[in-house]
Every structure is written in structure tokens, then in C-alpha cells.
T-cell receptor, first 114, second 113 residues
Framework: DAGITQSPRHKVTETGTPVTLRCHQTENHRYMYWYRQDPGHGLRLIHYSYGVKDTDKGEVSDGYSVSRSKTEDFLLTLESATSSQTSVYFC?????????????FGSGTRLTVV | GEDVEQSLFLSVREGDSSVINCTYTDSSSTYLYWYKQEPGAGLQLLTYIFSNMDMKQDQRLTVLLNKKDKHLSLRIADTQTGDSAIYFCAETTEGSNTGKLIFGQGTTLQVKP
């Protein structure tokens, strides 16, 4: 979807290094989310944001931090990458709570930690 | 806690109907969704149903909701090879002002020519 972009699309990094993934939206939506997708687990929420500088933890937040200094950008940081964080990461945006609008998803970032 | 369960795999022949099933545990779910994920892509919203409805039809898609049994299904009529994808059901709960969605594991639909 043109209104939400994730960068990079692919990344290989070494264990113990910090990694930052970026989500950028042009829709001016209030809510932004980071999910990870793993086989057999579907999508699991890492962190979400309900406004600039307003963030909260999801179900799998350990080892991750986020920041949102502008409406359009939501950054996900792996402080010290581990092999268990090898996954596909999706950003999603939502207008004023999900309700009937659901989410709009980015195309994903495939992260490999070696 | 909240949980959403789906079977992992379904295989059908082109032209047949596909039925993908989902169960959820949270009785306060307000909206339930079906998303489609094609290879290498993000998830696209297919359809949704509000919890006070029991059926919704949208062209080839029919969503059935049995709130008593907490069971949701997606029926795709005249399934085509282009329908091959992973299908996720998801739910959100009443009173949630954060818009969090809880997803199932996803059902891989394979359509054979």
C-alpha cells in the first residue's frame, strides 16, 4: 500500500548488534503497530503507538523498543539482536482505533540474525 | 486471555468452494476480520463482520458468525488459483481504544487446477 512503507525490506545482521526498522506513513493515522510473523504463530503484537510519544507494549515486547517522535514515523529497535528475533516484521496503521476499518499493512521487513 | 485458532492448511480444486474456519475465546469481541496474505506481501483486509451480525456476503465471499460457539468461517465460492494465499482471522474487543487486533495462526489455502 502506497500510504505505508517499511525499510529496509530485507536485512541480515549479526547476533548482538542493534537494528532499527522504520515504518513511514503518509495517511496521518493516529495508531501504528509493529507485529512479527512466524510460522505457526500468525502475527504477534510487539509494540504499538496511539500518538506521538505515546507507546505501549504488546505480547512479545521483550528485546524490542520503539519510538515515535513524529506522526508519520514509527521505529522498532532490537537493542541486541538474537537468532530468535529472525522473523518477518510488519508495520500496520489504523485510523482512530481499529473498529470497522481494520489495519493497513506495510509490505514487511525480513530480518535474519546470524 | 484472548486466543484465536485456525486450522493450518486447506487444499481444494479450482471451481470448488473453500471454507476456512476460526474459533476465538473472547466473548467481548466486537469486530472479526478476515485478511489475505499473498506470498511476499503484507496482509490485505478482505472483509469484516460486526459481532451483532451472523452473516455477511460480499461477492464470492460469505462470512458466517456463530457467537454462541465463538466460531467464524469464511466461504469462498468458485475458488480460483488466484485465491491461493494465507488467510488470517482476527478479532478486536469491545472497549479497546488502542485498536489491537489478535490474529490466528493463518490457514494456507492451496487451490489445485
Amino acid at each position: 500500500d502506497a500510504g505505508i512503507t517499511q525499510s529496509p525490506r530485507h536485512k541480515v545482521t549479526e547476533t548482538g548488534t542493534p537494528v532499527t526498522l522504520r515504518c513511514h506513513q503518509t495517511e496521518n493515522h493516529r495508531y501504528m503497530y509493529w507485529y512479527r510473523q512466524d510460522p505457526g504463530h500468525g502475527l504477534r503484537l510487539i509494540h504499538y503507538s496511539y500518538g506521538v510519544k505515546d507507546t505501549d507494549k504488546g505480547e512479545v515486547s521483550d528485546g524490542y523498543s520503539v519510538s515515535r517522535s513524529k506522526t508519520e514515523d514509527f521505529l522498532l529497535t532490537l537493542e541486541s539482536a538474537t537468532s530468535s528475533q529472525t522473523s518477518v516484521y510488519f508495520c500496520a496503521i489504523s485510523e482512530a482505533g481499529v473498529q470497522a476499518y481494520g489495519y493497513t499493512f506495510g509490505s514487511g521487513t525480513r530480518l535474519t540474525v546470524v | 486471555g484472548e486466543d484465536v485458532e485456525q486450522s493450518l492448511f486447506l487444499s481444494v480444486r479450482e471451481g470448488d468452494s473453500s471454507v476456512i474456519n476460526c474459533t476465538y475465546t473472547d466473548s467481548s469481541s466486537t469486530y472479526l476480520y478476515w485478511y489475505k496474505q499473498e506470498p511476499g506481501a503484507g496482509l490485505q483486509l478482505l472483509t469484516y463482520i460486526f459481532s451483532n451480525m451472523d452473516m455477511k456476503q460480499d461477492q464470492r465471499l460469505t462470512v458466517l458468525l456463530n457467537k454462541k460457539d465463538k466460531h467464524l468461517s469464511l466461504r469462498i465460492a468458485d475458488t480460483q488459483t488466484g485465491d491461493s494465499a494465507i488467510y488470517f482471522c482476527a478479532e478486536t474487543t469491545e472497549g479497546s481504544n488502542t485498536g489491537k487486533l489478535i490474529f490466528g495462526q493463518g490457514t494456507t489455502l492451496q487451490v489445485k487446477p
